[in-house]
C-alpha cells in the first residue's frame, strides 16, 4: 500500500493510517447504532412520541447540530498550524452519549418527557462537539495521508463496519425482542451504551496519530473581521465548488425520508419493530461493505467524482424503492431501499470530502470544509419538514397508484398519501442532483482551486 516516496513524505504514514482506519470502524460500528439512519433512533424516539415532526427531527438532529457549527469554527482553525490538539478531546466529548444512555435507563420509564430532552440535548452535544474534531480531522487527513491512498482507507474502515452489522443486528434484535427481558426504554439505553464504548475507543486512536510536517508553507489564517469576505469571494468566484455544493444540497434531500422508513415499515406494512430494525442495521451495512468496494477501486482509480457519481445513483435508487413499497410491492421494495441506503451511507461523505480536500487550497481547507457542510446544514432539515408533512397529513393507510392523480387536488386523498408524497419527492431531488454532479469536474485532473485572496485585494485575483 505504501512505497518508499510515501515514507519519505510522510514519515509516519502507517501509524497514522492505522489508527484514522480505527477511528473510522470504531466510530462506524458505533454509529450503526446509534447514527442518523434508518433504524434505532427514529424506532426509540417513536415510543416516546407520536409527533412526526420529533422523528423527523430526531433523523436530522446529529446532522443539523454536526454541520451547522463549522462555519464558525472554521477560522479557529485556519489560524493555527496544529490539528492534533484539536482532536486529542474527542474521546472525552463522545462519553456524553455515555451519559445519554445512563439517564434514558434511569428515568426514561417515569418520564417520557425527560428521555426526550436527554436525547436532544446530549446527542445534539455529540454532534456539535465531533463538528469542532471533524475540522481538525479532515484538515489532519489531507496532510498525513496522500491522497491516492484515502479512498482505500475510507473502502477499507466502511468495509470493516459492514462486517461488523452481523453482530449489530443481531445484538439490536435480541435488545428489542422479548427474549432479552429488557422492557423500554432499558433496551435502547444498552444499545446506546455500547455505541458509547465504539465511539470512545475511536477518540483514543485519533489522540495516537500523529502530526507530519508541513508540506508547504503555512498561510495565517483570515482575521474574524476578514472572514465573511473571504466566505463571499469563495462563493461568487469558485464556481467548481459551488457546483459541488448545489450536488451535496441536492442528494442530501434525496434522503428527507430516511427517518420515516422503520417508522412506515411498522404503522403501514405491520411488520415487527424489532425485525424491521435489526434486518435494517444489516441490510444497511450490507450495503455499506458493497460500496465500500466500489469506492476503493472507483476512487483509487478515477477519482472522488466518479464516486459521486455512483452515490447519486443510490440515493436516488433508495428513494424510489421507498416509492415503490409505498405504491405497489411493499416491503421487498423498502428492502431493497435499505441495501442501496448503506451504499450511499458507505460513500457519500468520504467521497465529500476526498473531493473537496483534494480541491480546495492547502491554507484554506478547514474553510472550505466549514462552509460546505454548512450550506448542507440547511438541506439536512428536509428530514424534519418532511415530519411537518406528515404530521399536518397524519393517516396511516396503505394505498395504490391510483390514488396519485388525486393528490393534486387535496384534501383526504393527501392525508392517505402522505407518505408516497414524501417519497417521490426525495426521488426527484436525487435525480436533480444526479443532473448537478455531471457538471462537476474531478479535482485531481487539475491544480488545486486558488487561495482566495485577503480581504481588500482585487476580485480579478480572487479564486476562479
Request: proline letters at 6%.
Amino acid at each position: 500500500m505504501t512505497t518508499a516516496a510515501s515514507t519519505a513524505s510522510y514519515p509516519h504514514l502507517k501509524r497514522n493510517l492505522f489508527m484514522l482506519y480505527a477511528d473510522y470502524a470504531a466510530f462506524g460500528v458505533g454509529a450503526s447504532l446509534l447514527g442518523s439512519g434508518p433504524a434505532v433512533v427514529p424506532s426509540f424516539v417513536r415510543q416516546l412520541t407520536d409527533s412526526q415532526v420529533l422523528i423527523g427531527l430526531s433523523g436530522s438532529l446529529f446532522t443539523v447540530c454536526w454541520l451547522l457549527p463549522q462555519l464558525f469554527l472554521a477560522p479557529v482553525f485556519s489560524r493555527h498550524t496544529h490539528r492534533k490538539r484539536f482532536m486529542n478531546p474527542s474521546g472525552l466529548f463522545r462519553l456524553s452519549i455515555l451519559l445519554m444512555a445512563m439517564l434514558i435507563g434511569m428515568f426514561g420509564a417515569e418520564n417520557p418527557d425527560l428521555a426526550l430532552l436527554a436525547f436532544f440535548g446530549l446527542y445534539g452535544f455529540f454532534a456539535a462537539t465531533d463538528a469542532w474534531i471533524t475540522l481538525a480531522w479532515g484538515d489532519f487527513l489531507g496532510s498525513a495521508i496522500p491522497s491516492h491512498l484515502r479512498g482505500t482507507l475510507f473502502g477499507v474502515g466502511q468495509f470493516t463496519v459492514a462486517i461488523s452489522a452481523l453482530g449489530t443486528s443481531a445484538l439490536a434484535r435480541w435488545a428489542l425482542s422479548d427474549a432479552s427481558g429488557l422492557v423500554f426504554p432499558h433496551n435502547y439505553a444498552l444499545l446506546f451504551g455500547i455505541a458509547s464504548i465504539f465511539y470512545v475507543i475511536g477518540g483514543i486512536t485519533l489522540a495516537l496519530c500523529v502530526e507530519e510536517p508541513a508540506h508547504l508553507p503555512t498561510e495565517s489564517g483570515p482575521a474574524l473581521r476578514e472572514y465573511l469576505p473571504l466566505l463571499w469571494k469563495i462563493i461568487r468566484h469558485d464556481r467548481e465548488f459551488l457546483r459541488f455544493a448545489r450536488t451535496r444540497v441536492l442528494l442530501d434531500l434525496a434522503l428527507m425520508g430516511v427517518p420515516f422508513y422503520v417508522v412506515f415499515a411498522v404503522a403501514v406494512l405491520g411488520l415487527q419493530n424489532a425485525s424491521v430494525v435489526s434486518d435494517t442495521i444489516l441490510l444497511v451495512q450490507f450495503g455499506s461493505a458493497t460500496g465500500a468496494v466500489i469506492m476503493g477501486i472507483l476512487s483509487r482509480r478515477s477519482g472522488s467524482r466518479a464516486v459521486i457519481r455512483v452515490a447519486a445513483l443510490v440515493a436516488t435508487g433508495q428513494a424510489l424503492m421507498a416509492a415503490l413499497g409505498a405504491f405497489v410491492i411493499g416491503a421487498p421494495a423498502l428492502y431493497a431501499g435499505f441495501f442501496l441506503l448503506g451504499i450511499a451511507y458507505a460513500i457519500t461523505v468520504p467521497s465529500y470530502f476526498d473531493w473537496i480536500i483534494t480541491h480546495a487550497p492547502a491554507t484554506h481547507r478547514p474553510t472550505y470544509i466549514g462552509l460546505t457542510n454548512t450550506i448542507s446544514a440547511v438541506s439536512s432539515l428536509a428530514p424534519l419538514i418532511g415530519g411537518v408533512v406528515l404530521q399536518w397529513t397524519r393517516h396511516p393507510h396503505p394505498h395504490t397508484a391510483w390514488d396519485l392523480p388525486r393528490l393534486l387536488i387535496g384534501g383526504e386523498a393527501l392525508s392517505q398519501t402522505s407518505y408516497p408524497v414524501l417519497f417521490v419527492a426525495a426521488t426527484v431531488l436525487g435525480v436533480l442532483g444526479y443532473l448537478s454532479m455531471r457538471t462537476m469536474h474531478e479535482p485531481r485532473d487539475r491544480i488545486p482551486a486558488p487561495a482566495p485572496v485577503p480581504h481588500g485585494e482585487s476580485e480579478e485575483e480572487a479564486v476562479r
